[in-house]
């Protein structure tokens, strides 16, 4: 059965403090890992990411995939109050399982001013 | 704003009822994927239609069904509605089959929360 963890599954943090949200998987027929943000409502795209060892940056977060380990790691420096919000990692299957997503069940993170 | 419409917001209701929910995917965008969000279970995959063809099933109840118009908006479907049934129920979109040839992310509505008294 496929399989995503994430951790910590709760982080409370002071504004400016840098934090690493992990998210391990076990899936068959690996294509891709997705991370987003939720807030009150929708879970908000940050990234997508297929390559191994490619670090993809977006302002104060950056994220990184190692797909011989099989895990995947967010980074978010300085942070704001803002950056709170539940991070979720998914990952996407390819071949003939194509469209199927397993999410982990999120990251709380709370920053305090 | 995601560009992913979802009807209605909230919607309360009783058990043993019979609701659906809407959703108008982003434009442009062929796939559709419906999720359901509770406290205890996080995001669970329930079903996923592309150019209005079922793909992918999840863990869909069979008190629950969906479809893909013509149009390229989805409907979910939910009845004999129990309490359990209560969460947020999030529908997605994307341009291709995410993981497919186009291998694009999803992008989610807002949702419908779900209340069964």
């Known amino acids: 059965e496929d399989k995503v963890v994430q951790s910590p599954l709760s982080l409370v943090v002071h504004e400016g403090d840098t934090v690493t949200l992990n998210c391990s998987y076990e899936?068959?027929?690996?294509?891709?890992l997705l991370w987003y943000k939720q807030e009150k409502k929708a879970p908000t795209f940050l990234f997508m990411l297929t390559s191994s060892g490619i670090e993809k940056k977006s302002g104060r977060l950056s994220s990184i995939l190692d797909k011989k380990e099989l895990f995947s790691i967010l980074n978010i420096t300085a942070t704001q109050t803002g950056d709170s919000a539940i991070y979720l990692c998914?990952?996407?299957?390819?071949?003939?399982?194509?469209?199927?997503?397993?999410f982990g069940q999120g990251t709380i993170l709370t920053v305090h001013p | 704003d995601s560009g992913v419409t979802q009807t209605p917001k909230h919607l309360i209701t009783a058990t043993g009822q019979r609701v659906t929910l809407r959703c108008s995917p982003r434009?442009?965008?062929?796939?559709v994927y419906w999720y359901q969000q509770s406290l205890d279970q996080g995001l669970q995959f329930l079903i996923q239609?592309?150019?209005?063809?079922?793909?992918a099933k999840g863990n869909i109840l069979e008190r629950f069904s969906a479809q893909q118009f013509p149009d390229l908006h989805s409907e979910l479907n939910l009845s004999s509605l129990e309490l359990g049934d209560s969460a947020l129920y999030f529908c997605a979109s994307s341009v291709g089959l995410t993981g497919g040839r186009y291998n694009s992310p999803l992008h989610f509505g807002n949702g419908t929360r779900l209340t069964v008294t």
């Open positions: 239609y592309y150019n209005g063809e079922e793909r």
């Open positions: 899936v068959t027929n690996f294509r891709s």
């Open positions: 434009s442009g965008d062929l796939s």
């Open positions: 998914a990952a996407v299957k390819g071949g003939t399982s194509y469209g199927k997503l397993t």
